[in-house]
C-alpha cells in the first residue's frame, strides 16, 4: 500500500522508508517523489578523492605561505646589511658591526611571518663586508609530525652581505687624491723651468 501526501510518497516497503526529490506528475496532477540512492561506486570514488582534493587544497596553501615567508626573509635580510652598510659612524674606519646587524633583526622582522618556527640567526664582519644568514622551519604547529614535513624540505635560508660605504668620505678622500697630483704634477712642472 502506497500513502501519497503533499511532503511525499510513504511506501510499504519498511518501516520509516522515505522516498524523495519530488516532481511535478501533470496526469494525476499530485507531487510524485523519486528515489534518491546513489550507486556504490559513487561512495567510494567521493570517499577516495574528496580527501585527495581537500589536501591538495592544504598542500597549495601551505606552499603560498612557505613562499612568503622566504620572500619576506630574503627581503629583511637584504635591508638589514643595506642599513649597516650605509649607517654612519664616527672616524674613517669603514668596519661593519654584527651586534648592530643583530640588535636591528627584531624590529625589522616583527610579527610578519606566518608559521615559521625555529628561526635562528648570525652576522659577521669580513673586512668592510657584514654578513648575516639565518634559516628556520616554516611548518605550523598542527602540521609539524606530519609526513609530509621531512626534515630540511621546508627549511628556509637566506644569506646577504654588503660592503660598508660612506660616499662622502669616499668623495672626499678622491678629491685629496686628485688636490696631491695635480699639486705634484705643478710642482714638477715649476722644477722643470
Same mark, same amino acid.
Given at each position: ?9 510513504? @511506501? ?15 496526469? @494525476? ?26 589536501? %591538495?587544497?592544504?598542500?597549495? /596553501? ?6 612568503? !615567508? &622566504? ?11 643595506? &642599513? ?6 664616527? #672616524?674613517?674606519?669603514?668596519?661593519? !658591526? *654584527?651586534? &648592530? ?12 611571518? /606566518?608559521?615559521? @618556527? #625555529?628561526?635562528?640567526? @648570525?652576522? #659577521? ?10 634559516? #628556520?622551519?616554516?611548518? *605550523?604547529?598542527?602540521?609539524?609530525? /606530519? ?20 660616499? *662622502?668620505? %669616499?668623495? &672626499?678622500?678622491?678629491r685629496r687624491r686628485q688636490y696631491i697630483v695635480k699639486s ?10
Amino acid at each position: 500500500m502506497t500513502i501519497t501526501s503533499v511532503m511525499g510518497i510513504y @511506501s510499504d516497503a519498511g518501516p520509516g522508508k522515505y522516498i524523495e526529490r519530488p516532481f511535478w506528475d501533470h496526469s @494525476s496532477g499530485v507531487y510524485v517523489f523519486e528515489a534518491n540512492a546513489a550507486d556504490a561506486y559513487f561512495t567510494v570514488e567521493a570517499a577516495l578523492i574528496m580527501p585527495m582534493v581537500l589536501a %591538495l587544497y592544504v598542500l597549495i /596553501i601551505y606552499a603560498s605561505f612557505f613562499m612568503y !615567508d &622566504r620572500c619576506i626573509a630574503e627581503q629583511d635580510a637584504y635591508i638589514l646589511c643595506m &642599513r649597516e652598510g650605509t649607517r654612519k659612524d664616527a #672616524g674613517p674606519v669603514l668596519a661593519p !658591526d *654584527p651586534q &648592530r646587524i643583530l640588535a636591528d633583526e627584531n624590529r625589522q622582522h616583527g610579527t610578519k611571518y /606566518i608559521a615559521l @618556527s #625555529g628561526w635562528k640567526s @648570525s652576522a #659577521g664582519a669580513r673586512g668592510s663586508k657584514g654578513i648575516y644568514e639565518a634559516h #628556520g622551519v616554516c611548518a *605550523p604547529p598542527v602540521m609539524q609530525n /606530519i609526513f609530509s614535513l621531512k626534515e630540511g624540505i621546508w627549511t628556509i635560508r637566506v644569506r646577504s652581505a654588503s660592503r660598508k660605504s660612506d660616499p *662622502p668620505l %669616499l668623495i &672626499r678622500q678622491y678629491r685629496r687624491r686628485q688636490y696631491i697630483v695635480k699639486s705634484a704634477a705643478e710642482l714638477f712642472a715649476d722644477q722643470k723651468e
